[in-house]
T-cell receptor, first 111, second 112 residues
Framework: LAKTTQPISMDSYEGQEVNITCSHNNIATNDYITWYQQFPSQGPRFIIQGYKTKVTNEVASLFIPADRKSSTLSLPRVSLSDTAVYYCLVARYSSASKIIFGSGTRLSIRP | DGGITQSPKYLFRKEGQNVTLSCEQNLNHDAMYWYRQDPGQGLRLIYYSQIVNDFQKGDIAEGYSVSREKKESFPLTVTSAQKNPTAFYLC???????????FGSGTRLTVV
C-alpha cells in the first residue's frame, strides 16, 4: 500500500475553512483514499473516502486531482471541537487487508 | 446500536503476566483488526483477521497472540514476551467498502 505524507501540525481559527493535504505518490489503480479523525484516548472515526475528483458529505469534502498522487481534506467553518488528529490513509478495494496509519496531522483550532 | 466494544477501558498488570484484551462487535463485519498506539504516534497494526478461524500477523505481532473462534469476537493476548506492552490498544472492524473501518474506544494497558 502507498505510503502517505501529511503535515505534522496545523493551526487555524474558529469559523475558518481548513484544508489538509496528503501526498500518496505510489497509489495504485485499485486503491482509494480515506480520512479519519481521532480525539485523545478515543478510537479514530471515519470522516470521508473517495477515489477521484470530489466527494462531499455532511462534515467534509475530499478533493482528489486526476493523477491521484495527493488529496485534500477540506473542513468548512471549523469549531473548537474540530481540534483533533487527522489521518490520511490509502486502502485497497475488495480487500480486507491491512491499512497503514501514518503519524497524522494534529489540527489545533483557536477561538 | 451496532458497534465495537472493547473492555476493559483501563488495565493494569504486573510485568511478566499475560493479559487478554476483549473486542466484541455486533456489526456483522467479517474483518477485524488490532492496533497499538503509543503517545503522539500513529497506529501500528498487530494482527488482523478476515474470516473466522483465520488471522494474519501485522507489522508488530511479536509478543502478541489472537484468536478468532467467533465472527463477533477477536481477543488479543499480550504475552510476557512483549518488551514494551504499555500502550493504547484499538480494535477495529470492516464491513462494506462504503463504510470504512469502525473502531472501538480502546483499552489503555499499563504494565508496572
Amino acid at each position: 500500500l502507498a505510503k502517505t505524507t501529511q503535515p505534522i501540525s496545523m493551526d487555524s481559527y474558529e469559523g475558518q475553512e481548513v484544508n489538509i493535504t496528503c501526498s500518496h505518490n505510489n497509489i495504485a489503480t485499485n486503491d482509494y483514499i480515506t480520512w479519519y479523525q481521532q480525539f485523545p484516548s478515543q478510537g479514530p472515526r471515519f470522516i470521508i473516502q473517495g477515489y477521484k475528483t470530489k466527494v462531499t458529505n455532511e462534515v467534509a469534502s475530499l478533493f482528489i486531482p486526476a493523477d491521484r498522487k495527493s488529496s485534500t481534506l477540506s473542513l468548512p467553518r471549523v469549531s473548537l471541537s474540530d481540534t483533533a488528529v487527522y489521518y490520511c490513509l490509502v486502502a485497497r478495494y475488495s480487500s480486507a487487508s491491512k491499512i497503514i496509519f501514518g503519524s497524522g496531522t494534529r489540527l489545533s483550532i483557536r477561538p | 446500536d451496532g458497534g465495537i466494544t472493547q473492555s476493559p477501558k483501563y488495565l493494569f498488570r504486573k510485568e511478566g503476566q499475560n493479559v487478554t484484551l476483549s473486542c466484541e462487535q455486533n456489526l456483522n463485519h467479517d474483518a477485524m483488526y488490532w492496533y497499538r498506539q503509543d503517545p503522539g504516534q500513529g497506529l501500528r497494526l498487530i494482527y488482523y483477521s478476515q474470516i473466522v478461524n483465520d488471522f494474519q500477523k501485522g507489522d508488530i505481532a511479536e509478543g502478541y497472540s489472537v484468536s478468532r473462534e467467533k465472527k463477533e469476537s477477536f481477543p488479543l493476548t499480550v504475552t510476557s514476551a512483549q518488551k514494551n506492552p504499555t500502550a493504547f490498544y484499538l480494535c477495529a472492524s470492516k464491513g462494506g467498502e462504503a463504510y470504512g473501518y469502525t473502531f472501538g474506544s480502546g483499552t489503555r494497558l499499563t504494565v508496572v
